[in-house]
């Protein structure tokens, strides 16, 4: 049986390229896309995630659903600057796209968590605040009998990109994005006890995708979704070129997707990590603690620290230009 994934996206500029890449790996199989705010607001996420399933047309359409339109405590920050105003390089508002009715985000994935289990992977590509939401969630009759079996203890593997533990954050000077965006959600499921592999810029900054690759693969291949990542990517690659000095960007996302597919392409080290929330400097920064023998077992996740570069970019771009 393929492995069963739900995609949970603020449906971005790389959350995009993880899409397709997801939607193109027959290891997997793709049940749902649930949308998160984060990079843009919870609608145009949803409308992102309908505009790319318009484009691949995959054979078994996954159920989409819209999430948490803010984070768990704080007002929403967004990455125009990074992904556009429309979250695709201002490529989705030039599209009529319908708007989309769905089921409520948490419903769903508790659904799925129930249904599939151990079996079922969530890779999370944003702020963490549906999977927090999830797992509050008590239902009433449950509270009552004072039970607490939440459909989220369920799952197998929660795959968060997230996170900077020994390089600069890119959200200030310490955070990276999503645990910036919503610090609250992402400290509740660092101390969750979940199985969670954690994806950080540590490791996804270690790849780059150049801007001549792009236009080079884009049009040797000359199909609609290779124009589509020619042009949704171009302001995402400006931006990385006034920030960090190269005409490219960064593969975080797709970098999440590869690690619940091929596990292997990752190094991990498992380690207590608290997520800053009271800081008013340090908000959302990662700090990460091994456990010390005769101490305290504290909660641990896999915390990524090294990537195959070379597999990786070789499952990215076979699948991409597809
Ligand atoms: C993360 O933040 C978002 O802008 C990207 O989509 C990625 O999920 C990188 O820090
Ligand atoms: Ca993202």
Redesign the pocket.
């Known amino acids: 049986m393929l492995r069963p994934v739900i995609l949970d996206?603020?449906a971005?500029v790389?959350?995009a390229l993880s899409i397709i890449l997801a939607l193109r790996s027959p290891e997997i199989s793709v049940r749902a896309i649930t949308t998160v705010a984060?990079?843009v607001e919870v609608e145009k996420c949803t409308r992102n995630v309908a505009l790319l399933l318009n484009l691949l047309q995959p054979r078994d359409r996954p159920t989409v659903a819209r999430g948490a339109a803010k984070p768990l405590k704080r007002n929403l920050v967004t990455a125009p600057e990074v992904h556009g105003k429309d979250g695709l390089g201002n490529v989705a508002s030039r599209r009529r796209i319908a708007p989309v009715k769905t089921k409520s985000a948490v419903a769903v994935m508790g659904e799925l968590c129930d249904s599939l289990g151990q079996k079922l992977t969530i890779i999370a590509?944003?702020p963490l605040t549906n999977l927090a939401l999830l797992l509050k969630q008590k239902p009433r009759a449950l509270r009552m009998l004072k039970k607490k079996p939440r459909a989220l203890r369920k799952v197998g593997r929660i795959v968060s990109?997230g996170g900077a533990f020994h390089v600069p954050g890119n959200t200030g000077p310490v955070a990276e994005f999503?645990y910036y965006v919503d610090p609250d959600a992402a400290q509740l499921l660092m101390n969750s006890g979940l199985p969670i592999t954690v994806i950080p810029l540590d490791v996804t900054e270690q790849v780059v995708l150049m801007r001549r690759e792009v236009e080079y693969r884009a049009k040797r291949r000359a199909s609609a979704v290779a124009r589509f990542v020619l042009s949704a990517t171009k302001q995402y690659m400006r931006y990385h070129k006034r920030t960090e000095g190269f005409y490219g960007g960064y593969l975080?996302?797709p970098i999440a997707v590869a690690a619940a597919v091929f596990p292997s392409l990752m190094e991990i080290k498992k380690l207590h990590v608290e997520v800053e929330t009271e800081g008013k400097l340090t908000r959302g920064m990662t700090i990460a603690e091994s456990h010390r023998s005769g101490a305290p077992r504290k909660p641990e996740v896999h915390v990524a620290t090294k990537i195959d570069r070379e597999r990786f970019l070789r499952f990215f771009h076979e699948r991409l230009w597809k």
């Open positions: 996206t603020d971005g790389d959350d984060g990079n590509l944003g990109m999503n975080h996302d």
